[in-house]
């Protein structure tokens, strides 16, 4: 077996690891909690940012920069174009999908939970395919129980951080949700890292592929432009107050205003407008 060296670069890669893991978490709850307050067609489009956030930011960029990190001695590692382009693609779908599951069905237990192992599974699924994609000259190998026990963190993490998305809002909230869902998405990369083994194959034959440096910098760049463009959107786009404020100023008076669904049309918000208008028409 090969010597496998998970920081070679020292505490640098998981340090960054860890704070891009834990912005693109926050960056999510963020504008999962703006989903909340505007809901319908507007709400689903500020869950398709937080599957971005989430699934591009918090959990592919943060795999592929510890990645950076990891090295095998004598074994030069290149790296798949196509395979890692799905990898992060797998990563914000079925991030999407969790949360649009978890959303639409109210925060219901079973909502969560069905979210969760959808997220958690294709995280998992993100994760090895994205390890499948790197190509040297040896044979990988993996220990069953701590690929299993990656696989369960990175269900119950996904779930936990379905939860958040649905119950968390405020600042100070936001921030500690996202420092823990940053100590979950890393600690599965790393407990999925420690189930493999290296064994070189003899001779020095050519890798195919690309050095991660090559074409995986210009994608943490872009996912990093992504991700700033959203939250300039969060930063610019009205106060969660000054939306409380438009729903109040369109209630009724003595009415109570029905709190908008994720996926209820903007007209019920006028309903009660145009009922109150009747009632003032001769």
Known sequence: MSSIDHF??????PTLAYMMSSVGSMLGLLLT?????VGGREGAFWLVGAAFAIGGTGIWTMHFIAMMGFDVHGAPIRYD??????SALLAVAVVGAGLFLASHGGGRPS???????LAGLGVAGMHYLGMAAMNMSAHVLYDPGVVALSVAIAVVAATVALWFTVRV???WP?????LLMGVAVTGMHYTGMFAMSVELLPGTAEVAGSRAIDFLLPLIVGISVVTVGLLLLVILSPSEKELSGEHARRAVPGERLP??????SHAAG???RAAHEARETP
């Open 8 to 13: 070679s670069c020292g505490l640098l890669t």
């Open 33 to 37: 909690s703006r989903a909340r307050l």
């Open 81 to 86: 174009v196509p395979k890692t382009v799905a």
């Open 111 to 117: 909502a969560l939970l069905g979210g969760g192992v």
């Open 169 to 171: 809002r405020g600042a």
């Open 174 to 178: 936001i921030g500690g949700a996202a």
């Open 259 to 264: 709190e908008p669904g994720l996926f209820a």
């Open 270 to 272: 006028n309903r009660p």
